[in-house]
C-alpha cells in the first residue's frame, strides 16, 4: 500500500513540476519570445524554398537533411511574431518531453530545462531537439531523427546499428535503416549531393560558434559508445556524438546531458560550467 501511495506521489509530482515548467515559460511567451537567429535566416527562408518547390540549399547555411523542415511548415506560413512563438514553444515542448521520458524526476527536469544549451538553443532559434528526438523514438524513426544532425544523432545511429545486428541480424539492420536510406536516396535524387554541404560546413572549425575541441575528445566519444555497447544502455551513445564532431556549437552540448540525468549533483554541476563558459564567450566575443 506504501508502495503505491509513493508511485502516486512520484507521478504527481512529475505533472506538478511539468506543469510548473509550462506555467514559468508564459510570461517568457507573454512578453516577448525570442525571435530566434537561426530561425529566421536560415530555417524559415528553407521551409518556405521546401514549400513553392524551390532548392532549401540555396539559402545559406542551411544543411541538414531536407525531412528536417517538414514540421516546421504551420510556422514558416505564419506571420513572423506569431510564427517565432510556436517554433519557440514546439522546441520547448520537445526538450520537456525529452528530459520526461528519460528521467521525469523534478529536479532533474529542471536543472535540463535551464541549462546553457537548453536556454540558447530556444533562444538562438536552433533546432537540437529535433534530432535529440531519436533519444526517446524507437527504430526506424529515431535514425531518421539523428540524421537531422549527426552531432547529435551518429551516437545513437551506432548503438541501434549493433543492437539490430544483436537482435536477428541483417534483417532487422534492414528494417531499421530502410526508411532513412530511403529518404536519403530520394532527397539525393531531388536536391543533389546535399550532404556535402554538412560535410562543407563541418570543416569550418574557425568559426567562432565551433565549440569542438575535436580531434582531442574522440577518446571520451569512443569510451562513452564502448560502454553503450558494452552494457547495452543507450544513454551513453546519446551522449557520444557531439565528441566525434570537428563542429558543434554550445546548443549540442545539450546531448551530453542526459547522460547525467541520473547524476543531478553533476548535472547541476555541468549545467553551472555551461552557464559560465556561455556567459564569458557571449561577454568575450561581444
Request: hydrophobic content about 55%; some cysteine.
Amino acid at each position: 500500500m506504501k508502495k503505491s501511495i509513493a508511485i502516486l506521489s512520484t507521478e504527481r509530482s512529475k505533472k506538478i513540476i511539468l506543469a510548473a515548467l509550462i506555467l514559468a515559460a508564459l510570461p517568457v511567451i507573454y512578453y516577448g519570445v525570442p525571435i530566434g537567429q537561426d530561425w529566421i535566416q536560415f530555417f524559415k527562408p528553407a521551409t518556405l524554398a521546401l514549400v513553392h518547390g524551390g532548392n532549401p540549399y540555396d539559402i545559406r547555411n542551411f544543411h541538414n537533411a531536407p525531412w528536417t523542415l517538414i514540421p516546421f511548415i504551420p510556422f514558416a506560413l505564419m506571420p513572423t511574431r506569431l510564427g517565432s512563438v510556436g517554433f519557440f514553444l514546439l522546441g520547448f515542448a520537445c526538450f520537456l518531453y525529452i528530459v520526461y521520458k528519460l528521467s521525469g524526476k523534478p529536479l532533474v527536469m529542471i536543472l535540463f530545462i535551464t541549462s546553457y544549451p537548453v536556454f540558447s538553443c530556444l533562444n538562438g532559434g536552433g533546432i537540437d531537439w529535433l534530432p535529440m528526438l531519436s533519444f526517446v523514438t524507437p527504430a526506424p524513426i529515431s535514425l531518421i531523427f539523428a540524421a537531422i544532425k549527426p552531432q547529435i544523432g551518429i551516437g545513437i545511429a551506432v548503438y541501434w546499428l549493433i543492437e539490430s545486428w544483436r537482435a536477428v541480424g541483417i534483417r532487422t539492420i534492414v528494417k531499421n535503416f530502410l526508411p532513412v536510406s530511403l529518404l536519403l536516396i530520394i532527397s539525393i535524387a531531388t536536391y543533389g549531393f546535399w550532404i556535402m554541404n554538412f560535410v562543407n560546413k563541418a570543416q569550418v572549425t574557425t568559426n567562432w560558434v565551433n565549440v569542438s575541441l575535436f580531434p582531442y575528445t574522440l577518446p571520451v566519444a569512443f569510451y562513452l559508445l564502448w560502454v553503450a555497447i558494452k552494457k547495452r544502455v543507450a544513454r551513453p551513445a546519446m551522449a557520444a556524438s557531439p565528441f566525434f564532431a570537428p563542429y558543434h556549437t554550445l546548443f549540442s552540448l545539450a546531448a551530453p546531458l542526459v547522460a547525467l540525468f541520473d547524476y543531478p549533483v553533476l548535472l547541476a554541476i555541468a549545467s553551472a560550467v555551461l552557464w559560465v563558459h556561455g556567459v564569458f564567450r557571449a561577454i568575450i566575443l561581444g
